[in-house]
């Protein structure tokens, strides 16, 4: 699929006004393990009043071996490598990568004279991987992802609808594509993603929410798998989408029967088949597991406690939940989540959306099973981030009783800009070794150092000593100073 290509962003230095935001001290930027060495000069990243990680332009940037350039006419930061281009306007919600719009929930900011720029939106621009990790206040970009084991899914924020993007390196599955007036959001949100074809695109059920956007996805993606319900509706949108499925000339199937979809890293999407008969199209919802090692996602689709308390037997403990129909009080039952027991909910709803989503009975339920609840009407995108061992979200903003109905007036606050919710477990990948090298980084590092854990096993050298690494051309980690 998609190649990979990595670039990271450094401080540009413009002597333009000073925006006054928020500091947020004592955040640090690591890549692939090395720390990024930022001085009073360079400026150093703060969080900025969306809750987002600001960072230096050119420093990063350069040390990296990208082009950057300044737009004065239209106030635009430019960073190049490798064919990809990535424009970042000052002021403005959004990137473009290649001339494709990408949307984000902040903007690049002029502060002290030097451009800031938020760090995940461009640093995915550029196909790498952003992980907060909590303990040591860091944000840590994973250079390699197609070699690094992790998975991302996307919980797309398309107002009072669903869309889903798991991203496994070149693999891409897409659960259902929001409404027909977020279609173009959701193709311009993929294609930062998507080289070439998508792999699975699943519609839950018929209903112009979850399918409403997947035409737009048709036209700008060849598509290899399409999986939905079986399922018809006799509205336009649902002819139009079996139009252009059709068209398609893919692979094609029903939730009828259980299927298993192998992913790269080794996870399995699983659409699980339910059992009874339903007159409401939501309850004929696709329902998908995902199930990565020690790591199982469930995404109910809008099927409601009718169809759990049906199905109990085929649902298991997992971590994270997708919560079934936006929040209302006719899904998550307490019998179900008495026996799936997630540790996180996301809940997919519009800002003062007029059902009302999520009902008081709903997220009462999710917070009294111990879940952390989060919702894209408060946080935008959400990313969750697993290795398989351990998760991240993009975003610390818990949902509480007074995001009940998610009205603009009683918003939750932004705390960080990215929270680990579990710690990832450190296995050094010789328990004899002294150090071990990163081949595709050069980069070397004591065995029990936390960047170790998620190397490539490929990629892993062990060196018997600090002078072998140093002789071999390998720069000692930052993070544990070999």
Not at 20 to 44: F, L, N, P, Q
Not at 325 to 349: C, D, K, N, W
Not at 432 to 449: E, L, P, Q, W
């Amino acid at each position: 699929m998609r190649k990979i290509v990595i670039a990271f962003f450094m401080a540009f230095f413009m002597m333009l006004p000073t925006v006054g935001i928020g500091e947020s001290a004592g955040i640090a930027v690591s890549i692939d393990g090395e720390r990024v060495v930022y001085t009073e000069s360079s400026g150093k990243p703060f969080v900025d009043e969306a809750g987002r990680t600001q960072v230096p332009f050119r420093q990063t940037m350069e040390e990296f071996g990208c082009s950057v350039s300044w737009e004065e006419g239209t106030q635009t930061a430019v960073a190049s490598k490798d064919g990809i281009v990535v424009k970042v306007p000052i002021g403005e919600k959004n990137v473009y990568r290649n001339g494709q719009k990408i949307e984000n929930d902040t903007a690049a900011l002029i502060k002290d004279g030097r451009t800031y720029l938020p760090i995940r939106v461009v640093l995915e621009s550029f196909g790498a991987k952003v992980v907060w990790n909590g303990t040591s206040s860091t944000v840590e970009v994973i250079l390699s992802p197609e070699e690094s084991g992790q998975i991302q899914v996307h919980f797309l924020d398309v107002d009072q609808a669903d869309a889903i993007l798991i991203d496994d390196g070149g693999f891409e599955v897409l659960i259902d594509g929001g409404t027909k007036a977020e279609g173009g959001k959701v193709v311009s949100y993929l294609s930062n993603y998507v080289d070439g074809d998508l792999d699975v695109v699943v519609a839950t059920h018929a209903h112009e929410d979850h399918i409403g956007g997947l035409p737009a996805v048709f036209d700008r993606f060849a598509v290899d798998t399409v999986i939905d319900s079986g399922e018809g509706a006799d509205t336009a949108i649902y002819a139009q989408y079996s139009q252009k499925r059709a068209a398609e000339q893919c692979d094609y199937y029903t939730s009828a029967q259980e299927r298993t979809i192998s992913l790269p890293s080794g996870a399995k999407l699983e659409i699980l088949p339910m059992s009874g008969s339903y007159d409401d199209p939501n309850d004929t919802s696709v329902i998908v597991l995902l199930d990565y090692q020690d790591i199982e996602v469930l995404f109910m689709g809008d099927a409601s406690s009718e169809v759990e308390q049906n199905n109990l037997s085929k649902f298991t403990d997992i971590d994270v939940l997708k919560a079934g129909h936006h929040g209302s009080r006719t899904a998550g039952s307490a019998a179900f989540l008495q026996r799936v027991q997630p540790e996180y909910v996301v809940i997919s709803a519009g800002l003062d959306n007029s059902y009302g989503h999520p009902h008081q009975e709903a997220l009462t339920a999710y917070l009294n099973c111990g879940a952390k609840v989060y919702g894209t009407f408060r946080s935008g995108d959400i990313v969750m981030t697993t290795d398989g061992s351990s998760i991240s979200f993009s975003t610390s903003q818990t949902l509480t009783m007074a995001d009940v109905g998610a009205k603009s007036g009683s918003q939750t606050s932004a705390t960080a800009p990215v929270q680990t919710t579990q710690p990832a477990v450190t296995k050094p990948a010789d328990t004899t070794a002294v150090y071990i090298g990163n081949k595709n980084s050069m980069i070397f590092h004591k065995a029990d150092c936390s960047s170790v854990a998620r190397m490539s096993e490929k990629n892993k050298v062990v060196l018997p000593s600090a002078a072998e690494a140093l002789a071999r051309g390998y720069r000692g980690c930052q993070i544990c100073q070999p």
